[in-house]
């Protein structure tokens, strides 16, 4: 069995988040990291969003039946069991 390597080395532990966290706050300020943790947050959000529905788009591609659960719906997507006689009894 192959043992993974990670791409950029170990997790940082404890001391090491503190030194990162240190950093930060000297680099942009108290006051603007919630600002910066916010529009990161929401840019990874709109990101994944964005895969999704690349995602959903790729699928339907690949795959059109997907979308057409039901079998009485024809490829014209009218619906087979409608009774179409219109005389009066």
Sequence with gaps: M???IPLFGPIP???E????????VLLFGANKIPKLARSTGEAMGE???GRQEIEDELQEAADPDV???DPDVGSTGTDASV???TSEA
């Design 2 to 4: 192959e043992q993974m």
């Design 13 to 15: 532990g404890g001391m």
């Design 17 to 24: 988040m503190m030194v990162i966290l240190l950093i930060a």
């Design 47 to 49: 990101f994944k969003k």
């Design 67 to 69: 979308g057409s659960t």
């Design 83 to 85: 009774d179409t006689d």
